[in-house]
């Protein structure tokens, strides 16, 4: 089935999604600009409106064309003004997979949460879109996420699956979890609920206000977790913390001090998360693809850490950098990439050793 696609943007982003787009994938294209652009003569002969003309149109999907996340928001709040539907609104950061999505639409558009891809919506999910999950495939994690008519809940709706996988083998023990990122809380009582009535939670968060979020088994240290010193105070009042979620800021110098200094408190079988590394490729938080002191760039270093036993300093004329085994490579079991999400397994680890085995 081709589809009719609306393109909403300015000049520049619409001339740039025109020239992208695969014409054969679609049915008919309509631009949709700001009042400044309509008048271009670039648009005059296209099929060209300004966006509270939309409700007029008819459509499948709207790709919406903008540069940057704040510019989109705008666009996305005025499109929710003029009553458009959230799941028939496309955003992707890069035109150059719009296509690739196309063909897929009917998967993208089944109507199931699952499949939205509009991940930098923040909204509820409508009692429409809620009655067609599925509840039964779903985890601990998410039906308490779905059904959550508590305190706010704020995350991508890929991670439940993630942290299902590393964490539940602590269900029901006597576990801490430490997040970073408290907001309005939600996330906490979600963690209380999930690991049971013998677990410890704490949060930080640079909010005072959230201080006031605190509860039965829930404890909240204000303050900024870029800031060692407070960290270190931090430190001196939690034991040991079997699960790490760094949910803060997500700058990057906050999520490498935060890795520093908490690591090495993380018990010798426990976790650290750190999510939403999204930010790693913007300008915003001071990211960008393969720039220096991101936080994906560092933990990249501790790939080579984890590696560490393999390195044979006479062979290494190539490079003048030397490589050791070092506390990382001591106690890291593993790292594991998802997308936007690094999961770092601890375990204490003794010099690997090979053998042979088989008699054939
Ligand atoms: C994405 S929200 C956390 C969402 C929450 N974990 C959830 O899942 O609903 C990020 C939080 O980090 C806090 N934050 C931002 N910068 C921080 C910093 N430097 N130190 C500590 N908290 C910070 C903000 O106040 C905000 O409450």
Known sequence: MKNNVIILGNLKECKRARAKIDMDLINSLTFVTTKNDINDKWFKDKNRFIIHKIKELEYDLIFIASETISEFK?????????GVENKKIWYNFNIDTFNLMLKDFTKYNSGTLKYKTDFFMEE??????LKKLDFQSMNRLEKYFYRNNGKIIHKFLHYFEIYDRHFSRFFGKDVTVLEIGVSKGGSLELWRDYFGSKCKIYGIDIDPKCK??????????IGDAEDRNFLRTVKEKVPEIDILIDDGGHYMNQQIVAFEELYPIISPDGVYLCEDLMTSYMDEYEGGYRRKNTFIEYSKDLID???AWYFEEKKS??????????KITLSTHSMHYYNNVLVIEKRKMDPPFAAIMGNK
Do not use: A, C, G, M
């Open 124 to 129: 509820k999910p409508t009692d429409f879109e």
């Open 74 to 82: 705008e666009f996305h709040r005025q499109l929710i003004k003029q």
């Open 212 to 221: 006031n979020l605190e509860s039965e088994q829930i404890e909240i240290f």
């Open 317 to 326: 004329w190539f490079s003048k950098k030397k490589l050791s085994v070092n």
């Open 305 to 307: 850490y984890l590696n």
